[in-house]
């Protein structure tokens, strides 16, 4: 009669001899990549855009369930073209640079809705602060004479949520508690969806 330990070791050989699930490794183009945040401060529309960020994604477009994403974000690279406000920013009451130099997005779940659409889970996390949040995300193939798809999509977080905007700046009338943020990810190395 078979252990309960022999099972055990049955079951985890059968797994590691089974087929890995095949991904595609994908290498970010940062040049054709972009990554936009959109707030309103005192009803006026304002955007902004993030210079550096890195991003690690490895997928298999018919089987994205066993895929990943890790995405991390430089917020000393926030800018929205105005030299004192991009000061501001790094600041404690803002994105705290010196204290949290990098926002990172780790997914938990990726499913496939079809027409090249998925629905990416995971956890955002800024300024130390973590929160579940779901993103939409539409894989388009890459044009005739091209290697590079793009991964694209806008969501919207509470930037108090992330304590971005702290003490006086709290205050959601002054600066409206939804961001916007859209990306557009040039990818190379990713299958056609």
């Given at each position: ?20 699930v ?6 970010l ?22 210079r ?6 490895a ?13 991390q ?5 926030a ?6 406000v ?5 600041k404690?009451?803002w ?5 949290f ?72 009338s ?20």
């Amino acid at each position: 009669m078979k252990t309960l330990w022999t099972l055990a070791i049955s079951a985890l050989a059968t797994l590691a001899c089974a087929p890995a699930v095949a991904q595609s490794e994908a290498t970010l183009v940062p040049a054709q990549s972009e990554l936009v945040f959109q707030f309103k401060q005192m009803g006026v529309p304002v955007e902004g855009r993030f210079r550096k960020f890195a991003a690690q994604i490895a997928i298999d477009p018919k089987k994205p369930e066993s895929g990943r994403v890790a995405f991390q974000v430089d917020t000393a690279s926030a800018t929205i073209g105005a030299a004192e406000v991009d000061l501001e920013m790094v600041k404690p009451v803002w994105f705290n640079v010196a204290k949290f130099p990098q926002a990172s997005f780790q997914s938990t779940a990726i499913r496939g809705l079809g027409a090249g659409r998925f629905d990416v889970a995971g956890k955002l996390t800024i300024k130390g602060q973590v929160r579940d949040i779901a993103v939409p995300v539409t894989l388009t193939a890459p044009p005739p004479g091209s290697a590079v798809s793009s991964a694209s999509g806008t969501f919207t977080l509470k930037r108090v949520d992330f304590l971005i905007g702290e003490k006086e700046w709290a205050d959601v009338s002054l600066v409206a508690n939804d961001v916007q943020v859209r990306f557009k990810l040039a990818l190379s190395g990713i299958p056609a969806p």
